[in-house]
């Protein structure tokens, strides 16, 4: 079984320019959370979906949003991109909304010039 | 508030030493604790979890107990090897619908033969 896909792997942007990524799960898995990993540090929550609905969103602008689609795939979106957006953008999924044993991606690397 | 503290790396071994990273953390309430590894371009890979006091966590010949006492989830392993090069980030999940997990900075660890 494939685990969690994401893409583009790596993305160069500039600044104020809007981004889309995209991540499918593992297959069976309903929940879908987005972390970013900045260079040096470990990821931080930005949104967890669940069943198509938004369950849980950490500490970052309304400039970032996203969606599950009913295939559970996701998308993350940030808007008017800053410089300081430049990180490793991780999917992970599960079976369960409660996250006991999420699966990443490999992630994309999202570079703001 | 809830947040998890790692020793700072890297940490620089010989292959067969002991390995130790230590982890703290400060969370309310009852989380689960977990140790996750990042090889170079790949995505995190759950290594152990525990999910209440006392218990231990093991994997690959790594081991974690979870400390209330101390608040504390110590990484060990009695051998090292090559492969075990990575970063290793803990984490903590409160357990409650709609969190999720929270990350410590990450240890790079560095093996040699």
């Known amino acids: 079984d494939a685990g969690v896909t994401q893409s583009p792997t790596h993305l160069i942007k500039t600044r104020g320019q809007h981004v889309t990524l995209r991540c499918s799960p593992i297959?069976?898995?309903?929940?879908v959370s987005w972390y970013q990993q900045v260079l040096g540090q470990g990821p931080q929550f930005i949104f967890q979906?669940?069943?198509?609905?938004?369950?849980g969103r950490g500490n970052f602008p309304d400039r970032f949003s996203a969606r599950q689609f009913p295939n559970y795939s996701s998308e993350l979106n940030v808007n008017a991109l800053l410089l300081g957006d430049s990180a490793l953008y991780l999917c992970?999924?599960?079976?369960?909304?409660?996250?006991?044993?999420?699966?990443f991606g490999s992630g994309t690397q999202l570079s703001v010039l | 508030g809830n947040s998890v503290t790692q020793m700072e790396g890297p940490v620089t071994l010989s292959e067969e030493a002991f390995l130790t990273i230590n982890c703290t953390y400060t969370a309310t309430g009852y989380p689960s604790l977990f140790w996750y590894v990042q090889y170079p371009g790949e995505g995190l890979q759950l290594l152990l979890k525990a999910t209440k006091a006392d218990d231990k966590g093991s994997n690959k010949g790594f081991e974690a107990t979870y400390r209330k006492e101390t608040t504390s989830f110590h990484l060990e392993k009695g051998s090292v090897q090559v492969s075990d090069s990575a970063v290793y980030f803990c984490?903590?999940?409160?357990?409650?619908?709609?969190?999720?997990?929270?990350f410590g900075k990450g240890t790079t660890l560095s093996v040699s033969s």
């Open positions: 984490a903590l999940n409160r357990n409650q619908a709609g969190t999720a997990l929270i």
């Open positions: 992970a999924s599960s079976q369960d909304r409660a996250n006991e044993k999420l699966f």
């Open positions: 297959s069976g898995h309903k929940s």
């Open positions: 979906y669940y069943e198509k609905e938004e369950r």
